[in-house]
């Protein structure tokens, strides 16, 4: 049932993502082949030239915010007009359970936030005519692996994946959490998520300090500050810090699916 729920959720929100990112990639495109960028380098171009260049940087560079936006908000509002707006009185009649709905929203909502990155950063390499790109991303991959090694391509992908998800589910939990106060949903839920934030952010600080900590009380076997920056020791750090998102994302899944299950109010 997972499966047709995420099959659902993609198709509602998939008619407004793919044609947004077919619009940067056709207006990507029509860059690198008439090059309007050209007209703010070359002093003989005419003042209404330049002023059309320089609208249409404004345009890209809003096409570029615009996708950041339109993701940020389908993601809050396929959850809240899904399960707690007038579409919840039929998804909660479907024959699943509440952590089944609360994850097809999270899970779609990060893959688009992906595509989103993916196709910004297609559509910045299309413009900007990066001169041998596969030797450019060769490069960038080699600088990666001398300071992670190996394992920092299994370390960054978990600790990025695991961010993102608790970057949805503390807005997921503080729109729960303003639901149970119906007069003031949107300010309460505003609120809860300003709360959440900050203790997100302490725990992930004290991680910070115990990791600095743990290795403090090693430094009588540290000969040079490069054994502090070695790719073990980077990556223990960053599997620590992962492990804390988890948790952070457990209590935000927790405090969302009770909510839902228990002391949810459609009226």
């Not at 952590?99 to 688009?112: C, D, E, G, N, V």
């Not at 900590?213 to 070695?230: A, E, G, V």
């Not at 209590?251 to 839902?260: D, Y």
């Amino acid at each position: 049932m997972l499966r047709k729920l995420l099959k659902y959720e993609f198709k509602a929100t998939a008619r407004t993502m793919i044609p947004l990112y077919m619009v940067l990639i056709l207006f990507s495109l029509f860059h690198l082949i008439v090059n309007p960028f050209a007209l703010l380098e070359s002093s003989s171009n005419s003042t209404l030239q330049t002023i059309l260049g320089i609208l249409d940087i404004f345009l890209y560079l809003a096409l570029i915010v615009g996708v950041a936006i339109i993701t940020f908000v389908i993601m809050i509002q396929r959850f809240y007009k899904s399960l707690l707006g007038d579409e919840g009185y039929l998804m909660f009649t479907l024959p699943v359970r509440t952590w089944q709905l609360i994850i097809s929203r999270l899970l779609i909502a990060m893959l688009w936030s992906i595509a989103s990155f993916l196709v910004t950063i297609g559509s910045v390499i299309i413009i900007s005519r990066v001169p041998n790109l596969f030797g450019t991303i060769g490069e960038i991959i080699k600088v990666f692996r001398q300071i992670l090694g190996i394992g920092g391509f299994f370390t960054v992908p978990i600790y990025l994946l695991a961010s993102l998800a608790s970057g949805g589910l503390l807005i997921y939990a503080a729109i729960a959490l303003g639901h149970l106060l119906p007069k003031y949903r949107g300010l309460a839920s505003f609120g809860m998520y300003i709360v959440l934030y900050m203790a997100s952010q302490a725990i992930l600080s004290l991680t910070m300090v115990l990791v600095s900590k743990m290795y403090d009380t090693n430094l009588n076997t540290i000969d040079t500050i490069t054994d502090l920056t070695s790719p073990g020791r980077l990556n223990l750090s960053i599997l620590l810090f992962t492990l804390t998102v988890f948790i952070i994302v457990a209590a935000c899944f927790t405090i969302t699916n009770l909510i839902l299950k228990k002391r949810l109010n459609l009226d």
